[in-house]
């Protein structure tokens, strides 16, 4: 929601896509960590639904990526912000980049 004439008025919604090298029940076993209490799980949609806000996260798996004889995981990840402030959208993806962060090198 952002401020306009001293009244609220809902943003438009933000879909932000991510492509990660993890399988599903990777990226599910930290999922509740970034999300408050809440939200419901539908396969593979989770939902949360808070004050007049609504993020929906859905996620399947694509094909692996193969690098030689290494194969990676594929799993596409969509957000959906529905009613949060572009500033609120980037808090959480912040927050998620840091949970889901793998390092390397």
Not at 5 to 23: D, I, N, Y
Not at 80 to 101: I, K, P, W
């Amino acid at each position: 929601m952002s401020w306009r004439f001293g009244r609220r008025w809902p943003v438009a919604k933000s879909v932000v896509v991510k492509t990660l090298a993890m399988t599903q029940v990777d990226f599910v076993r930290h999922l509740p960590v970034l999300l408050p209490d809440g939200y419901s799980v539908d396969a593979e949609t989770w939902l949360l639904n808070e004050s007049g806000r609504m993020l929906t996260i859905r996620m399947h798996s694509i094909a692996d990526r193969v690098l030689g004889s290494l194969r990676l995981p594929q799993l596409r990840v969509e957000f959906e912000f529905d009613a949060y402030s572009e500033q609120e959208v980037d808090v959480f993806m912040r927050q998620f980049a840091r949970l889901y962060h793998r390092g390397g090198g």
